[in-house]
């Protein structure tokens, strides 16, 4: 459906597995078994103020009452299952704790501002469910996730591959009255902690041993089998676009393969310079065919490696040593190596 977000399936997701089974499983069952239960979930921030029923704070923002809250949510949570995979479920985890944390004091204060500016009383109107997090996932996705023309229509305007979650989110940010206070306090906090403001990744993150528990005890539960080789389908509709997706395709196996013989080999104790063997997809997207044969029979340099991705790399559990080589095998570019060490 969205090509930005790789292969499909929610391998090495469990967390992002989680999030789409249960809040979706008790949604239904609230709305269709139990509705005499849902005032227990209904996120009012003036009973909260008033009678100090702190516990909404936590109800409230767990379980969407609204059906196409969840749906929208539900969706958009699938498709950034990516920032799970590339940085581990514990930093996904602490990203959305810390986003979940700072957007509740974020609604406190734009309630109170637009009941001060414009006089009107929303805090008993605030949409329930897992909103806010969702929201502040757009930061990351908007500064971190390449943007891919696909089509272009009407002269300027282009369809890219993230051109239909941006449209997804704008529909969620539409469902309801006062659903946009949640929608601007989620991306403020979802800038302030990946800005590292205030260190706040530090101070709101989920601890090592809390990690270690989940992942002993309810990752096996959600985890999910490694997908079998599928060719995915892009939105290009001219054979152009396909035929591009169709090379991407087979450079994305070429080093696939490539990659595992040279993992095999330096378990034997050889090495193998990945430049020789194969060059940069960057090189070859825009040449022909021919073009690309020539290429691959000349040597070129050995390419200068970014330690700052290979430091991001050795943070997601990788030795140094295949950090490098997915790098250079994947001429720097960090979601390409990234992939190539998951699926290894």
């Given at each position: ?215 002993w005890t309810l990752e096996p539960i959600f985890s999910s089998a490694e997908p079998a080789t599928e060719a995915r389908i892009g939105m290009g509709a001219t054979v152009d676009i396909q035929r591009q997706q169709r090379m991407e395709l087979l450079d994305r196996q070429l080093m696939l393969s490539q990659f595992a013989q040279v993992r095999q080999q330096r378990q034997q104790g050889g090495m193998i310079n990945w430049n020789r063997l194969f060059p940069p997809l960057r090189q070859r997207r825009n040449i022909n065919y021919q073009d690309g044969r020539r290429s691959e029979q000349q040597a070129s340099p050995p390419l200068e490696v970014s330690e700052e991705q290979v ?34």
């Amino acid at each position: 459906m969205f090509t930005s977000t790789g292969s499909s399936g929610l391998y090495k997701a469990p967390l992002s597995k989680g999030l789409l089974l249960v809040p979706s499983a008790l949604s239904l069952l609230l709305a269709l078994l139990l509705p005499h239960c849902q005032r227990f979930f209904v996120y009012d921030l003036q009973a909260v103020k008033d009678d100090f029923q702190i516990w909404r704070l936590i109800c409230g923002r767990i379980i969407c009452l609204d059906l196409k809250d969840t749906f929208c949510s539900s969706l958009l949570i699938y498709n950034f299952r990516i920032f799970e995979r590339r940085y581990g479920s514990r930093k996904f985890a602490s990203f959305l704790l810390g986003s979940w944390v700072l957007s509740a004091l974020v609604d406190f204060v734009l309630v109170e501002a637009v009941w001060y500016f414009f006089g009107i009383a929303a805090a008993g109107n605030l949409p329930s469910g897992f909103l806010a997090p969702v929201f502040a996932l757009f930061v990351p996705f908007y500064c971190s996730i390449p943007r891919i023309q696909v089509a272009q229509i009407l002269g300027p305007l282009s369809i890219t591959n993230k051109t239909l979650i941006y449209i997804l989110g704008l529909q969620l940010f539409t469902s309801g009255s006062y659903i946009w206070i949640v929608a601007i306090s989620g991306l403020a906090s979802g800038i302030c902690y990946n800005s590292q403001v205030f260190r706040l990744h530090q101070v709101l993150c989920i601890p090592t041993w809390v990690a270690k528990f989940f992942s002993w005890t309810l990752e096996p539960i959600f985890s999910s089998a490694e997908p079998a080789t599928e060719a995915r389908i892009g939105m290009g509709a001219t054979v152009d676009i396909q035929r591009q997706q169709r090379m991407e395709l087979l450079d994305r196996q070429l080093m696939l393969s490539q990659f595992a013989q040279v993992r095999q080999q330096r378990q034997q104790g050889g090495m193998i310079n990945w430049n020789r063997l194969f060059p940069p997809l960057r090189q070859r997207r825009n040449i022909n065919y021919q073009d690309g044969r020539r290429s691959e029979q000349q040597a070129s340099p050995p390419l200068e490696v970014s330690e700052e991705q290979v430091a991001r790399l050795m943070e997601m559990g990788f030795s140094r040593g295949d950090a490098l080589e997915a790098l250079r095998a994947s001429n720097n570019d960090l979601n390409v190596a990234t992939n190539f060490l998951l699926q290894h």
